[in-house]
Nanobody, 113 residues
Framework: QVQLVESGGGLVQPGGSRRLSCRAS????????MGWYRQIPGKQLELVAGIKSDGTTNYADAVKGRFSISRDNTVNTVYLQMNSLKPEDTAVYYC???????WGQGTQVTVSS
């Protein structure tokens, strides 16, 4: 069983930045498509950003230009750099291995003054 462990969540002020990490228990982030999702209270789970094995990335319209997904294969970790955060970005953020359908446990990000 592969584990995905997210970290980096917390309270951040509007306009601030935060970097989320998703570490896999074994080496596979370079082999598969990885995604970051979020669950905003009262809304459906949505894809925030994805990165393919060839490095191709995609983003939800709501975060384009503010969020950036990347990975470090040497430490089996995928990152989500979030800048210019807004209160509407408040959510539980999850990472997922798209090919194997593995999910992390989620990390809460709260954007508030």
């Amino acid at each position: 069983q592969v584990q995905l462990v997210e970290s980096g969540g917390g309270l951040v002020q509007p306009g601030g930045s935060r970097r989320l990490s998703c570490r896999a228990s074994r080496s596979f982030v370079s082999l598969y498509t990885m995604g970051w999702y979020r669950q905003i209270p009262g809304k459906q789970l949505e894809l925030v950003a994805g990165i393919k094995s060839d490095g191709t990335t995609n983003y939800a319209d709501a975060v384009k230009g503010r969020f950036s997904i990347s990975r470090d294969n040497t430490v089996n970790t995928v990152y989500l750099q979030m800048n210019s955060l807004k209160p509407e970005d408040t959510a539980v953020y999850y990472c997922k291995n798209e090919n194997l359908n593995y999910w992390g446990q989620g990390t809460q990000v709260t954007v508030s003054s």
